[in-house]
């Protein structure tokens, strides 16, 4: 699904010094390329704050806990993400309130949000689901509307931007950089992945930030002095100054992820049984997965095993929506109705999505997935 080694070689050289650096100094924990990081991240997507963490899943609890999520609070979100985002809301003490999704971008539905909002939402909490923006026109009106805060995960979608209705700008915000708070994941495989595990929040409020750090610290902003009961969550030194080496990078790969999705737009364009990702005009689309529809009468999970045959991996992101997840059955989810994340689980299948593909490996994967199709 990705080559990490292929990503890697040509930057080797300086990614061995970074780490070397690191090795010769021993400040492994909150040495400088830490903070040196953070600000070249803040700079790159455009927020005043920056505060990194061990990985994406702790970056959203810190997001909540900063928030003051606790006991007898609802937090607004999707089932149609990786567990992560509504697990952190169970571990909170709140009580997770998964809405549909739009059957077109798969990003949570702002109408369904706005009609699950009660005096006890503490949080909205939108997922740029395979590095597409959600709506955050619609979203933020909402938040205005209602003083709800948004915490934008943004694990899938760094790098994209969101245009709204001004149209396209260089200059349009980024996301993760558009709700009280953001959050974004380093684990290797993401758009901006690092060497191991890392995360971050982003946030333009002072205080938030503040406090966003004082709960990955242990809940202390003086040494041995504890304000509130946080968690120790931090970016490692030798992962910082690796992503240090990265960063300079990642527009040119987000834009070769963009060019690999025309290709295989393009290869399966005309096919009645595929539909391919849509692509809203509002926002650029740094496809963290290239995700396919089949439509019902094509069998997913044996196009998965035929394909696994020819030597293709893929993957099916997410199989299981929230509401169906045993974990959440204390929520009593399984009997709300949401067609459109149920329909999704059965139907999608990602292929193979990294700046490194070659045409040729894209026409390969694309003449299997067409054999299997028109044959089944
Ligand atoms: C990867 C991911 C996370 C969690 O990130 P980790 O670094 O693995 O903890 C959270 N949300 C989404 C949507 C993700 O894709």
Redesign the pocket.
């Known amino acids: 699904m990705v080559d990490l080694v292929r990503q890697h070689a040509p930057l080797r050289a300086d990614i061995d010094a970074a780490i070397a650096r690191v090795l010769d100094t021993g400040a492994f924990i909150k040495g400088p390329d830490v903070g040196a990081f953070a600000e070249e991240l803040a700079a790159y997507v455009g927020v005043r704050h920056v505060v990194p963490c061990g ?6 609890q810190l997001a909540l806990m900063a928030l003051g999520v606790g006991p007898g609070d609802e937090v607004i979100t999707t089932g149609f ?2 567990i ?2 509504v697990e952190v809301v169970g571990l909170l003490g709140a009580r997770p309130v998964l809405v549909d999704v739009n059957p077109c971008t798969f990003n949570i539905d702002a109408e369904e949000v706005r009609r699950a909002i009660t005096p006890r939402t503490k949080a909205i909490v939108p ?1 740029h ?1 395979f590095g597409q923006p959600a709506d955050m026109d619609r979203l933020l009106a909402i938040s205005e509307e209602t003083g709800v805060p948004i915490v934008e ?1 943004n ?2 979608g760094i790098g994209a931007r969101w245009f709204g209705a001004a149209g396209q700008r260089g200059d349009a915000p980024m996301t993760g950089t558009m709700g009280a708070l953001g ?1 974004t ?3 290797p495989s ?1 758009n901006l992945g690092c060497a191991g ?3 971050a929040v982003f946030t333009n409020d002072d205080a938030l930030a503040e406090r966003v750090a004082m709960c990955a610290n242990h809940g202390m902003k003086q040494r041995y002095h504890h304000e509130v009961i946080g968690i120790n969550s931090r970016l490692d030194t030798v992962q910082a100054a690796l992503l240090r080496v990265k960063l300079p990078h990642l527009d040119r790969w987000n834009d070769a992820r963009r060019a690999a999705a025309d290709r295989y737009d393009a290869n399966f364009a005309g096919v009645a049984s595929i539909r391919t990702p849509y692509r809203d005009p509002r926002a650029t689309h740094v496809f ?1 997965q290239y995700t396919l529809r089949l439509a019902d009468g094509v069998d997913r999970d044996g196009c998965v095993a035929a394909l696994a045959a020819a030597g293709v991996p893929s993957g099916v992101y997410y199989p299981v929506p929230g509401h169906r997840q045993a974990a959440f059955e204390q929520w009593g989810l399984a009997s709300i109705h949401q067609p459109q994340s149920d329909i999704l689980a059965r139907q999608v299948i990602s292929l193979p999505m990294h700046p490194e593909l070659t045409a040729l490996e894209q026409d390969y994967i694309s003449d299997q997935v067409l054999t299997f199709v028109l044959q089944n």
């Open positions: 990985n994406g899943t702790d970056a959203l993400t990786f992560a985002t997922v689901l995960d694990a899938q959050t994941s380093f684990f993401k595990d890392g995360g963290h």
